[in-house]
């Protein structure tokens, strides 16, 4: 159960490349065990779980892998069925499709696929997941929220997440789609999470305790721990924030970040792997 | 020449109400001398100043001010004429319009009309800009840039501005159109300004080294002074930045900003007026 027997992490930010070098999903595949790996892409977010099913198969096996199944949960009683788990426990990568976060985790959370998706990441397990897909990777989660507006009280919707990782909230088609009003106003309510805004076609892979950014755009991490000042005591829904003192780091492909340490490091990494 | 004497400045995000209370185009007025002011709508910027001045005289009329009327430039030649600055010598209040910053700093800088605009504004003429009109405002200005991007090398276009205001750069419609990489690529290529984004129907009002916000957005304080890493050293065009340690506050109204040092101001302001 030590940091180094756990599973990496690949977060995407929406809207990867899936036709060019799919660069990140490469990576997720290479994390996996590369043509050796057993991948199962998990459709539960979407509500058209064939369509894309269909399309990440293709990706990955147009990447070299044998084995990809899709696997789709419906129902909590069909996530609780012990021969559900099977698909799981067998995979070395499960990857998660967009849709809404929401149903990911009130189809899967606390079912025994749960379980096994946590055991199995615990002892290696790689788990990715894009747009919702990331969303739901850590404690607490953004549900959904307003985007092109200044932080205000009410705007964001948090519910918890699956917990795949701790003392984050992630947000997703970050620049792309103006979203930093309401990853600040998530942050602001959890100064002790750190935000982090991921850019579509980019991603961050996480190992141990450590981020490293990959692909074309780039991570905003906000620091609302340094705030040291804030009017969220006293405000109604719809009012606007004030926030003094927030800290914004722009990480782009190749920088990584210290999660524990709340701290960019600043060498890049010299190459796609890192330990 | 003191801070005292010189006018006020107001500068306006773009979009601002101007059908209903109309609390920022009010504000102005009240510091150009209420219904006693003198206002010139500056149409520079655009290039429909017939519909664009027309609308703005209704507006201000309609708050009450006798003495409006409309000003516009279309060649350098005209800005020069000894002429053309009488209205503006007579005024009390200069609005610009929106239109395209670039427009105004060609057509007026270095003219007549631009000295008799510092001169005025030095002795107590209070000036106000939207949009492009609030671009304008610093010494150093943005001119064009790609929204809805993380921060990256040459997407944003730089220019000298009208020099209104120093040590900042200015920019417009800011969380609707989702242009903080676009500010902080600005500000990461000049740390020792201040960023100031600015939402629609949001404005700072300036009074010596001090800025207070007022409308329904925010303004976006951003301030790459404290950067402890760039790697902007050695990028090429379209390259993504990684900036470490960006300060960000997040000011909606009635909360203040000191310029010189750098820091908000705990307080908020108890009405509109200030000191």
Redesign the interface.
Known sequence: MSDKARGALVIIGGAEDKRGHMQILREFVAKAGGSHARIVVMTVATELPIEVGAEYVEVFESIGVADVRTFDVSSREAADRPSACKAIEQATGVFFTGGEQLRITTLLGGTRIDAALHSGHEQGLVLAGTSAGASMMSSTMIVDGRA????RIGIVQMAPGMEFIDGVVIDQHF????R??RL?SAVAQYPHHLGLGI?ED?AIVVTGSTLEVMG???V?V?DAGALW?SNLGHLREG???????????????G?RFDLRERQ?L?ERSAGSGQE
């Open positions: 092109e507006t200044n932080p620049a792309q789609r103006g930093l009003g600040l850019d980019t074309k755009g780039a905003s906000v000042y009012d606007p924030l004030a926030l003094h003192g927030v800290k914004l780091h722009i990480l782009p492909a920088y960019p600043k």
